[in-house]
């Protein structure tokens, strides 16, 4: 099973988000001093979902190209044109062929789960089949949504 970029620990973006928060749990002194705050958490997550929208978008178009490596056509193209540049939609419009086929992607992410139709859980990073109609994040259970929930609610609070 091929591994996304993410899973590379040396110089990824999520390897170096999990160092950060590695070194900030143990009291680095590169971190010591850094807020270490709800919404720190959640630009973390937002980062780490922004990476695996990247991954997914890649693993997608490797995917198309090797199934019509033998015989290239107009429809590789139009799937090619039409990769999500996004797990979760944007927004629900039926007509709107990027989201028309679901394409799942066997790529695992850097805690070793395997993606899953949308990715990775946005709260415990999980394979993620669902997606938060709200707020438009991948979710694993609805436990991980409610906590997603709230803890976008504190962080709206402190910023009001």
């Not at 178009?61 to 019509?68: F, G, H, M, N």
């Given at each position: 099973m091929p591994l996304s970029?993410?899973?590379?620990?040396?110089?990824?973006?999520?390897?170096v988000l999990d160092q950060?928060?590695?070194?900030?749990?143990?009291?680095?002194?590169?971190?010591?001093?850094?807020?270490?705050?709800?919404s720190d958490k959640y630009i973390d997550s937002l980062l780490k979902s922004l990476i695996d929208d990247v991954c997914i978008y890649y693993k997608?178009?490797?995917?198309?190209?090797?199934?019509?490596?033998?015989d290239p056509n107009e429809n590789m193209e139009f799937e090619l044109e039409h990769i999500p540049i996004r797990a979760v939609p944007v927004s629900f419009d039926p007509a709107d062929p990027c989201y028309r086929t679901i394409?799942?992607?066997?790529?695992?992410?850097?805690?070793g789960f395997n993606s899953?139709?949308?990715?990775?859980?946005?709260?415990?990073?999980?394979?993620?089949?669902?997606?938060?109609?709200?707020?438009?994040?991948?979710?694993?259970?609805l436990e991980c949504k409610l906590k997603h929930l709230e803890d976008l609610g504190i962080i709206i609070d402190k910023s009001s």
């Open positions: 970029p993410i899973t590379n620990v040396n110089g990824t973006f999520a390897a950060l928060n590695a070194e900030y749990d143990i009291g680095s002194p590169i971190t010591r001093n850094q807020p270490n705050s709800k997608k178009k490797e995917d198309i190209e090797e199934e019509y490596r033998t394409r799942k992607v066997d790529i695992v992410n850097e805690r899953g139709i949308f990715g990775w859980c946005f709260v415990c990073r999980g394979t993620a089949n669902l997606y938060c109609k709200d707020t438009r994040v991948s979710i694993c259970t």
